[in-house]
């Protein structure tokens, strides 16, 4: 079987609730260290289908609580991706798989968003 892991950056790379942005599959994708965890999501706003942010690596919002879409401020849970608040609230980013191993993080396939 093919492996389609692979080993995207470390874990010491994300600072402590923030995200960075890294591409796979010919897509942008958002990795942010939330509360210890490590979180994948493709770099989609489910409103507009357009990428969160205008800065590189600006994904979270001011207090390192939420992912948050920089275009009309949605905000998203960490953990989940589903979104709290804006004009998405209800819908949800697209996760990436993600594994942890050792101190490296794999991200799997990416999926397609819709
Ligand atoms: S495009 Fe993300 S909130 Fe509008």
Redesign the pocket.
């Known amino acids: 079987m093919t492996e389609t892991m692979e080993h995207i950056c470390n874990v010491n790379d994300i600072e402590h609730e923030s995200a960075r942005e890294f591409q796979k599959d010919g897509q942008s994708i958002v990795v942010a260290k939330f509360d210890g965890q490590m979180h994948a999501y493709i770099n989609w706003?489910p409103?507009?289908g357009?990428e969160?942010n205008f800065m590189p690596d600006q994904f979270m919002d001011g207090d390192g609580q939420f992912i948050m879409?920089a275009?009309?401020?949605?905000l998203f849970e960490v953990e989940t991706g589903n979104c709290l608040s804006?004009?998405?609230s209800g819908d949800k980013l697209i996760a990436v798989p993600l594994e942890v191993r050792g101190e490296e993080v794999w991200l799997g396939e990416v999926p397609q968003p819709a």
């Open positions: 706003c409103h507009l357009i969160l879409c275009n009309h401020g949605a804006g004009p998405c």
